[in-house]
Nanobody, 130 residues
Framework: QLQLVESGGGLGQRGGSLRLSCEASGLDLDVYAIGWFRQAPGGAREGVAC????????KYSDSARGRFTISRDNAKNTVDLQMDSLKPEDTAVYFC???????????????????????WGRGTQVLVSL
């Protein structure tokens, strides 16, 4: 059974760092695109970073580019999101999501959307202090 479990959320300081991890089970990461999304209270779910192979592709939202880094560890079957230079507006619940590459290749598009993915974790809360 395919399962995604996020971890690593918590309280971060402005200008500080947090590292989120998405542990995937029941799937081969090499044939899935993995996206990180976030949703602030009262807001829509928005894409943060996307990673896929075949070909190797990473994509970031404008707000994440230059501050966040998505990376894969195939040995651990995890996809991490390193978040640096945190801002209070990064406060949100962060979700990881997956889609098989035969269904969609969202990381190759100009923008990746929640509807592009069909497997979701339950999220991890990130709170960045003022």
């Amino acid at each position: 059974q395919l399962q995604l479990v996020e971890s690593g959320g918590g309280l971060g300081q402005r200008g500080g760092s947090l590292r989120l991890s998405c542990e995937a089970s029941g799937l081969d990461l090499d044939v899935y695109a993995i996206g990180w999304f976030r949703q602030a209270p009262g807001g829509a779910r928005e894409g943060v970073a996307c990673s896929s192979k075949l070909p190797d592709t990473t994509k970031y939202s404008d707000s994440a580019r230059g501050r966040f880094t998505i990376s894969r560890d195939n040995a651990k079957n995890t996809v991490d999101l390193q978040m640096d230079s945190l801002k209070p507006e990064d406060t949100a619940v962060y979700f990881c999501a997956a889609v098989h590459l035969t269904r969609a290749r969202p990381c190759l598009a100009s923008a990746f959307q929640p509807d592009d993915f069909n497997y979701w974790g339950r999220g991890t809360q990130v709170l960045v202090s003022l």
